[in-house]
């Protein structure tokens, strides 16, 4: 039987948007800076440098179960596989490594 799609996902499914990109995740993700003492201890020399250091926390953008880059590359793959549905796509597979 044809793949039926879900009533919550039809409006996105069918719809796929002409940005190029799925809007999966909880985004913009929130950029930590290290503070002072932090990077003294972890990393002295840009201490001694006077250098500030961001963080991008792509970690919460999935929740516990699924964050970072994962979301971030099936956005675009998903909305390519569903922009171009002419292909009949049935399927997607995404790998990512092991500690991912």
Known sequence: APYQVPIWAKETLLNPPESGR????????????????QLSRSMPML???NIDVYVKRDDMSGGPE???????????LLA???????KKYDSVVTIGGEQS
């Open 22 to 37: 799925l809007h999966l995740g909880n985004f913009p993700t929130p950029l930590h800076q290290f503070e002072p003492d």
């Open 47 to 49: 201490s001694e440098l």
């Open 80 to 86: 390519d596989a569903l922009h171009n549905n002419n």
């Open 66 to 76: 699924m964050g970072g880059n994962k979301i971030r590359k099936l956005e675009f």
